[in-house]
T-cell receptor
Framework: GEQVEQRPPHLSVREGDSAFIICTYT??????FYWYKQEPGAGLQLLMS?????DRKEEQGLTVLLNKKDKRLSLNLTAAHPGDSAVYFC??????????FGKGTHLHVLP | AQTIHQWPVAEIKAVGSPLSLGCTIK??????LYWYWQATGGTLQQLFY??????VESVVQLNLSASRPKDDQFILSTEKLLLSHSGFYLC???????????FGSGTRLLVI
C-alpha cells in the first residue's frame, strides 16, 4: 500500500526565516495531496490541498511544490513567526475514503 | 456553515471499562465520516469510515467499533478499554470520497 515519509521530524527556525518540510510517497496514482497544521491539544487545520495536475501553489506565505516524477511534496513557510509553531502533517489521498498521513514535523519558531 | 463537534473533550478511563466517543456534523447532509486515532506524539491512523447511515467500514482493527446511528452522528466505542487505546481521537468529514477532510477538535483519552 501507499507509504508516506515525512522529514524532518523536528525543525527549529528563527523568526523571519523559512521552514521547509518534505514528504515522499510511493503510489504514482495518488491524485490529492494535503498539508495540515496541528496546534497543541487541537484538531487538524487544513492549510492547503493540491490536485496532482498542479506543480506549485502559493497561499498566504505558504508554498507547496509537487514533483510527481520524484513523488515528492513539499511545504515552505516563508518568514515564519512564533504563531507558526505547531506540528505539520502531509497527507495523501490513496483511494476513495482513505487518507494517509505522514508522521509529522514539529516546527518550533524561535523569537 | 458546517460544524463538527466531538464529545467528550477528554476522558480518563480504567482498563477494562467501556468507552463511547461521539461526533456530530451539522449543516451538511449525508457527509462521509471518518475516525482517526493519534498516539501521543504520533501520526494519525484511520480507523473507520462511513458513507451512509448504518454503514461503517473498518480500516484498522484496534478492538474498537464504530456506528452511524443517524446521518449526522458517528460513534466510536468499545466494551473493554486497553492501555493501548490511550491517545487522541479525531473525527472528520468530507463532501465526497476524494475531497478535503475537515477535522473536529478531538477527544483526548487516557486509559489507566
Amino acid at each position: 500500500g501507499e507509504q508516506v515519509e515525512q522529514r524532518p521530524p523536528h525543525l527549529s527556525v528563527r523568526e523571519g526565516d523559512s521552514a521547509f518540510i518534505i514528504c515522499t510517497y510511493t503510489d504514482s496514482a495518488t491524485a490529492y495531496f494535503y498539508w495540515y497544521k496541528q496546534e497543541p491539544g487541537a484538531g487538524l487545520q487544513l492549510l492547503m490541498s493540491v490536485f496532482s495536475n498542479v506543480d506549485r501553489k502559493e497561499e498566504q506565505g505558504l508554498t507547496v511544490l509537487l514533483n510527481k516524477k520524484d513523488k515528492r511534496l513539499s511545504l515552505n513557510l516563508t518568514a515564519a513567526h512564533p504563531g507558526d509553531s505547531a506540528v505539520y502533517f502531509c497527507a495523501v489521498h490513496t483511494n476513495a475514503y482513505k487518507v494517509i498521513f505522514g508522521k509529522g514535523t514539529h516546527l518550533h519558531v524561535l523569537p | 456553515a458546517q460544524t463538527i463537534h466531538q464529545w467528550p473533550v477528554a476522558e480518563i478511563k480504567a482498563v477494562g471499562s467501556p468507552l463511547s466517543l461521539g461526533c456530530t456534523i451539522k449543516g451538511k447532509s449525508s457527509p462521509n465520516l471518518y475516525w482517526y486515532w493519534q498516539a501521543t506524539g504520533g501520526t494519525l491512523q484511520q480507523l473507520f469510515y462511513s458513507i451512509t447511515v448504518g454503514q461503517v467500514e473498518s480500516v484498522v482493527q484496534l478492538n474498537l467499533s464504530a456506528s452511524r446511528p443517524k446521518d449526522d452522528q458517528f460513534i466510536l466505542s468499545t466494551e473493554k478499554l486497553l492501555l493501548s487505546h490511550s491517545g487522541f481521537y479525531l473525527c472528520a468529514w468530507s463532501l465526497t470520497a476524494n475531497s478535503d477532510y475537515t477535522f473536529g477538535s478531538g477527544t483526548r483519552l487516557l486509559v489507566i
